[in-house]
């Protein structure tokens, strides 16, 4: 049987060009930064002059704005309208709330919720610590999986084969400590897998120590929940507490949720 086709002519199954590209104008925006049309096209490798119309449909429907001068463009009000929304409605984010607030009353420390996504986490959640913390991890912002506490915990309960296959062979560094050693990461994941959490030390911000551990609502875990604390800050008493509230909420949630969330 032949596949059905849209009025472009394009396979049903495969992408359409143009929505593909307005969809990696965006990532790119989103990831690198605003830019320049030149820029753009440069970053995308699409043709300048293909590039214009499709800014310019963006432009005008919200999904992109520009500066004063008109010549650089970045996301615009409608990425949030849409990212509001999906935050609304992910039943994730929904249990979690309360379980978030906990972990920071508890340990008076910066909380974090991430999802994996490919070989990265996106931050969907945080509770900022009363103390000052210079942690850039707003929420959306995306880390490598394998180079963050909170992802490291959430690909232990993975297949190894397949937590394998996401860590690539080059290690891109975050920070001068970031572990760069792909057996060595692999290794990190074995023990994590068997203590129930994950940590790391200045791999993803210098100066913090990160202690994390997946969360039961799917098996295998796509969700996950950290705590980020200042090394400065950080003591045996204070590390053994951090580590024993994680521990026992996801202990709590296994026994609530049954490991049967559905996605």
Sequence with gaps: MQPQTVNNGTSAAGPV??????????????????GTQL?????LGIPKSSLHALLRTMLDRGWLQTDPTGSVYRLGINALV???AYLSADPVLARASAVIDEVAAATDE?????????????YTAKRESAHPLRMHSPVGRRLPAYSTAL???????????????????????ITTHTVTDKDRVLDMMV???????????DESCIGVRC?????????????????AVPASRLDTR??????????????????????????
Aim: hydrophobic content about 45%; aromatic content about 4%.
């Design 39 to 43: 820029q753009l096209s440069t970053r």
């Design 211 to 227: 202690f994390g551990v997946a969360l039961p609502f799917a098996r295998p875990a796509v969700d996950g929940l950290s705590v």
């Design 191 to 201: 023990v994590a897998a068997e203590v129930g959490y994950a940590a790391e030390s």
């Design 110 to 122: 910066t909380v974090n919720l991430g999802r994996l996504n490919g070989p990265d986490v996106i």
């Design 238 to 263: 204070r590390e053994d507490l951090i580590v024993e509230t994680l521990l026992s909420v996801r202990a709590r949630l296994a026994v609530e949720h049954g490991n049967s969330m559905v996605r």
């Design 82 to 84: 849409v990212s509001s």
């Design 151 to 173: 992802g490291r915990a959430i690909l232990s309960e993975h297949p190894v084969d397949y937590r394998t296959s996401l860590i690539p062979d080059h290690i891109e560094p």
């Design 17 to 34: 060009k143009s929505a593909a590209r307005a969809l990696d104008l965006l990532d790119e925006i989103a990831a690198n930064g605003p």
